[in-house]
């Protein structure tokens, strides 16, 4: 191609890019009282340097400019851009890379990129900063960075790390040597147990001015990191309609979620009427899921509404008033408020306090406030409550688990020949456990457990749906970054 026509299609900012095309084409360059003479095998032109500023504001093509960059960044290896062989391969693709060492001003990372095929130049600063911001890690393979998700352990320059998407483009986070777990993050103090949840490898979420966020320490990294949205999104309020406020996740309800319990037999609306249903997310933990699903009527609804509000809302503060201005503090009581309010940190710091409930205390609270299993295992380990602390119950219950777990049935018959009766929370143990599905039709056989509805309280059940509307449903959740995890 000769220079004149270059001029005239190609797209470039200044004349250093212009003089960068010129010697790609092989011409020479000669410079005299403000004009350039491009000359080659008997071809020649001349141009001032207003003519070519003047033809670079009339050819600039910003539309072919990021359509080039997308395109090279599925092939450009940053790590051999200095290597004189593939500086040769990328011409083969129609890519001319160009280092200059004395140009100033107009060309400040002194590189320039010209797409013959699309007919563009451009800076190298400008590639990696398009790289940068759209995720592009300029590998040579074209591997790109979903927005949100953290990437795999990877050699960083000299150092180990790893890279993570978000609205400002590419954050890097970098291997530490010693796992240290902060005493504070984005303004909330960690306390103790959730430090320790931390070093167990549990998801904690903690509540900022900004939301909930999700903390967990990445055994790669060697640290505590925020799992973005797109990693882990938990919404605050479940099946909310026009005719219900739905239901209101708890600081535990988001903790068990993460960590990859259910929430069991929760009230929420749909178009098809109310519904109780089993709350999980989704295995890739990008949505929310419900099972067990079965319809109640209106009127059922809302006396399990009434029976529910006193045990969710936050107790009177005047009750809180007496307790403190009484002679001695009654830390049974402000224990029964934490729990029916679902403050694990305000039971946390009872603990820090010296408070310690009996087992007994603990199982007639958690009756009265209608606990979950999940929730009632979290108030226990927050008072380090032992298996062999708990009633016969419950180690019948651990031993059936575990003979279940290995298929040991001669354990199980003797198990119900002790008259222990078997409960849905045992059957769903043993699925979130692992066990399998045909071990499960030999324990309810060996029970007796027949397919009965789930009731909570005495609120009895309308009878269930027809089968279209008990199918398990998915909401996704959206994928928006919260803006909050950029500088982390």
Not at 36 to 51: A, N, Q, V, W
Not at 155 to 182: A, H, Q
Not at 438 to 459: M, S, W
Request: aromatic share 6%.
């Amino acid at each position: 191609m000769k220079l004149k026509e270059a001029y005239e299609n190609y797209s470039y900012n200044n004349i250093g890019q212009f003089r960068a095309l010129s010697e790609t084409l092989g011409y020479k360059t000669e410079y005299h009282d403000g004009s350039y003479r491009f000359h080659k095998e008997g071809d020649s032109i001349t141009l001032t340097m207003e003519e070519i500023r003047s033809k670079a504001k009339e050819n600039r093509n910003d539309r072919r400019t990021e359509e080039s960059k997308e395109k090279v960044c599925s092939f450009f290896d940053k790590n051999r851009a200095n290597d004189p062989s593939y500086i040769k391969e990328l011409r083969n693709k129609g890519i001319s890379v160009v280092r200059w060492n004395d140009i100033k001003g107009e060309n400040k990372d002194g590189v320039t990129i010209i797409d013959h095929n699309r007919k563009v130049c451009y800076t190298g600063q400008e590639l990696y900063e398009y790289a940068h911001n759209t995720g592009n890690l300029l590998d040579g393979k074209g591997t790109k960075l979903e927005k949100g998700i953290m990437s795999d352990l990877m050699d960083i320059g000299e150092k180990k790390g790893k890279l993570r998407m978000s609205e400002n483009g590419i954050s890097v986070f970098y291997r530490k040597e010693t796992l240290t777990i902060p005493d504070r993050m984005l303004g909330h103090k960690l306390n103790k147990t959730e430090k320790e949840r931390l070093l167990h490898g549990d998801i904690v979420p903690l509540d900022t001015k900004k939301g909930t966020i999700m903390l967990q320490v990445d055994k790669d990294l060697n640290s505590v990191i925020v799992r973005s949205n797109k990693e882990i999104k938990i919404p605050n309020v479940i099946g909310k309609t026009n005719e219900y406020e739905g239901y209101k996740l708890t600081k535990a309800d988001k903790y068990l979620l993460a960590n990859g319990h259910t929430l069991e037999s929760k009230l929420m609306h749909s178009k098809d009427g109310y519904i109780l249903a089993d709350i999980s997310l989704t295995d890739d933990k990008k949505g929310i899921q419900f099972s067990n699903i079965q319809s109640i009527t209106e009127g059922k609804a809302h006396e399990l509404i009434k029976e529910m509000r006193p045990k969710l809302e936050v107790a009177d503060p005047a009750m809180g008033n007496r307790i403190s201005s009484g002679k001695e503090r009654d830390m049974d009581s402000e224990f029964k408020e934490a729990v029916g309010s679902r403050d694990f940190e305000k039971i946390d710091k009872l603990r820090e306090e010296g408070y310690k409930p009996s087992e007994e205390y603990i199982r007639g609270i958690g009756k009265e406030l209608n606990l979950s299993d999940n929730e009632m295992k979290e108030i226990q380990n927050v008072f380090h409550v032992k298996p062999d602390e708990l009633g016969e119950r419950q180690k019948q219950a651990a031993r059936l688990l575990e003979a279940a777990s290995t298929s040991k049935f001669r354990v199980i018959q003797d198990i119900q020949k002790s008259g222990y009766k078997i409960t849905q929370s045992d059957i769903k143990a043993m699925r979130e456990n692992g066990v399998q599905e045909n071990t499960l039709i030999a324990v309810q056989k060996i029970f007796g457990l027949e397919n009965k509805g789930k009731t909570l309280g005495d609120v009895k059940l309308a009878s269930s749906p027809k089968p279209d509307k008990t199918k398990e449903m998915a909401r996704p959740i959206a994928n928006t970054v919260n803006k909050m995890f950029n500088d982390l």
